[in-house]
Every structure is written in C-alpha cells, then in structure tokens.
C-alpha cells in the first residue's frame, strides 16, 4: 500500500496527520504568499522523529521561470532557503509549481531559466515540479510544455509531481494521463489527489473533495493506481479524512 496523507496546517502537521488516519503529511513553511525565507514551527521540527513521510510545498510566489529578475532572482533564493530547510526536516520532496513567463515572452526563455537552477543549486532532496491549472504562458499547464522543459532538463535528477485537479482544469483529460506523463518525465513521484470545483480546462485551480467536483472518482483512483506513488490530498480540510478513508478502501 502507498502511503497517503494530506495537505495539513504547519502548526501540529503530526496531530493533524493523526486526526485524519494518514500516514504522510504535506505543509508549508510560512505563508505561502510571502517572500519571507522558511520558519520551522516547534511541531513541524517533531515530524523529523515521526514514522510520518513529510513533503514540503514551496511558496506559491515562486517563479524561477520569469524573465523579470525582480521575481526571477528572489524566486531562485526562496526556493534554495526551502529546499534547506526541508532537507533538514527529512522531507521526501520539494514541491514547486512550474511558472510561467509573460504572455509576449520566447516560452523556451522559461525552460532554460529552469535548467539554469539545477545547474548552480545543489538538490538534498528532490525538487518536485508539479502541473498546473492555468495560465496561458505557463510551463507545466500542457503535456507539451511539460515535454519541452523535461527537454530542457535533460540529463538533471528532476521530479514531477501529478495534480489531478489541475490536470482536469489545466485542460489534460485524465484517461490514460499517467502513461502519457511517464512518456516525458520518466517518473511520477507524487500524486496530489483532488477532484476539481470546475469545469474541464477552465483553468480554475479550485479543489474539491474526492467524491464531489466535476472529476468522476474513478478516474482519481485509475490515476492513482497507475502512478503508484505516494498521495497528499490537497482537499477541503473538513473532508480530508474521509477521503483518505476512500482511497484505502478502492486502492
């Protein structure tokens, strides 16, 4: 059995993890909105003795792909600070979203912005790059631009985070997506398990439980069987052990 957790407040990430019956736990280390380096809470600093896997998200301002340096260059800093301190927590990844360059911008200019981190970051853990739902210049919206970072990548030990809900609104229809994936990656190393408030390919990256949304919960649970990684469930807090429960139960 995969181990599955949930996306949990970095207040108590270990009694959160209990509440829910998961054995893996993904937080943040400060406000996700915010430039501010990592802070560790005291109960973030327990999970390193815990049997509990940990994943750590980066901010969501993180934009290594922008050619604006004044976003590009602190985006480069943070996310260095947080792959530190997640390191340091034993976390089993990083994850970072893609990002994007502006909408009059050579897309390959954000692809060799990438390319351009791992070749002067040093990587403890791995670094996660996850899809996204939106965005019309984005890197890791669609399989293709997946493929031409993966391109740009070449020959760096880079991981891949799969987003149901994002795949759905990002416009990537769920049937087979996990062997389409591993055709450009090569790996899935962790699923994030939501189903999707909106419509197919509204770029609208607005969760929903797994047995609500707009995505049937078969197709969650083929994606999740295909991949076979680890799983965080991104949902609404007050359903997350519920839907736990329902992939021990079909997985």
């Not at 380096?37 to 922008?66: C, K, M, Q």
């Not at 979203?97 to 990438?114: E, K, L, S, T």
């Not at 031409?148 to 049937?175: N, Q, S, Y």
């Not at 994030?192 to 390919?201: G, I, K, M």
Request: with cysteine.
């Amino acid at each position: 059995m995969v181990r599955i957790g949930a996306h949990v407040d970095q207040d108590d990430p270990l009694a959160h993890a209990a509440a829910r019956g998961a054995d893996a736990v993904q937080f943040f280390l400060g406000d996700p909105q915010g430039w501010k380096g990592p802070v560790v809470s005291e109960g973030a600093a327990l999970t390193t003795a815990a049997d509990v896997d940990v994943y750590i998200h980066a901010p969501y301002v993180i934009n290594v792909a922008t050619a604006n340096n004044r976003i590009r260059i602190p985006s480069r800093k943070l996310l260095s600070q947080h792959l530190t301190a997640a390191a340091e927590l034993g976390a089993k990844g990083l994850v970072v979203h893609g990002g994007h360059v502006n909408a009059g911008d050579d897309p390959q200019i954000g692809f060799d912005n990438w390319r351009k981190v791992f070749e002067r970051m040093e990587c403890p853990i791995p670094v996660l790059i996850e899809n996204t739902a939106g965005g019309g210049n984005a890197m890791a919206r669609k399989l293709e631009r997946i493929a031409r970072l993966w391109d740009a990548l070449d020959g760096l030990d880079v991981g891949f985070c799969l987003d149901t809900c994002h795949a759905h609104a990002g416009g990537e229809d769920l049937v087979d997506l996990v062997e389409r994936v591993q055709a450009i990656t090569g790996r899935i190393d962790l699923v994030h398990c939501n189903n999707s408030r909106d419509a197919f390919d509204s770029g609208a990256d607005r969760h929903a439980n797994l047995g609500s949304g707009q995505i049937d919960p078969e197709l969650i649970l083929a994606v999740c069987r295909a991949a076979g990684a680890p799983i965080i469930v991104e949902t609404p807090g007050d359903g997350q052990g519920d839907d736990i429960a329902f992939l021990r139960k079909n997985l």
